[in-house]
């Protein structure tokens, strides 16, 4: 489990977050939703340990992310929105190999771990190629592809589908469903819900820090508009079909 207790985070005057206290199960897919500035981004970075809050604590597994960033950073896996981020070696293999080298896996593991994450962004046999050639939307499977090979207890995704095709798309919302179902919980940070409220088990909704909305996809869609959250239409009416209560509104 991830958990905020009255988390708040500022830079300089700006309050980012605002006394959030929210928490994430396992196996629990959560789409973070928000405009621009509504502080999705600041709120997923303290998970583990990026940033450190100013007041309030972050537990990730039931132990505070600051007294073990270690820990939290192997539990808590994270791609973030520019992939040039995280990208650390030259060829395509390697870089998704880095994480579980420092685990200090064997060979095998290694090799095994590769060889799934690259097929879930449809990367299969690119191992060889230099990751300076690639376009930004394959640096974004890569990220996705190097974060997934850690095998992480919860995964968290900074807009992962900016620059993606339709058939990548469709295989990262496989395998993260396939993740969530086997028990890893699954954060997709975005403005855009066309791709993922259907995978959703919960949307929390930001607006100015704070958590305007939190509940299931069905129950609170007619709330987002409120927040400056764009739901299509024929999406908007699924997630209507699968209805429940919200916990809360804008």
Do not use: W
Not at 63 to 86: H, I, K, N, Y
């Amino acid at each position: 489990m991830i958990r905020t207790e009255g988390l708040i985070h500022r830079y300089g005057e700006c309050v980012a977050v605002d006394d959030v206290s929210l928490a994430i199960d396992d196996g629990e897919c959560v789409v973070v939703a928000g405009a621009n500035g509504s502080g999705k981004t600041t709120l997923v970075r303290h998970f583990n340990g990026l940033l450190e809050p100013d007041e309030g604590t972050v537990a990730v597994n039931g132990r505070d992310v600051a007294s073990d960033l270690v820990a939290a950073r192997t539990a808590v896996g994270m791609v973030f929105q520019e992939p040039r981020d995280q990208l650390v070696a030259a060829t395509v293999g390697a870089d998704v190999a880095f994480g579980p080298e420092n685990l200090g896996l064997p060979r095998e593991e290694i090799d095994r771990r590769v060889e799934e994450a690259l097929a879930a962004v449809n990367l299969t046999g690119r191992e060889e190629e230099r990751v300076d050639q690639l376009s930004g939307g394959e640096r974004e499977r890569v990220a996705i592809a190097g974060a997934m090979a850690m095998e992480p207890d919860h995964l968290v995704l900074d807009e992962p589908f900016t620059g993606l095709d339709n058939p990548a798309r469709n295989s990262v919302l496989d395998r993260l469903r396939a993740l969530s179902a086997s028990g890893t919980s699954v954060v997709i940070v975005t403005h855009d819900l066309r791709d993922v409220l259907g995978l959703a088990d919960r949307v929390v909704a930001m607006a100015d820090g704070r958590v305007a909305v939190d509940g299931a996809p069905g129950g609170v869609v007619d709330s987002l508009a409120e927040c400056d959250i764009r739901v299509p239409e024929t999406t908007g009416a699924e997630a209507r079909d699968r209805s429940t209560r919200p916990s809360g509104r804008c």
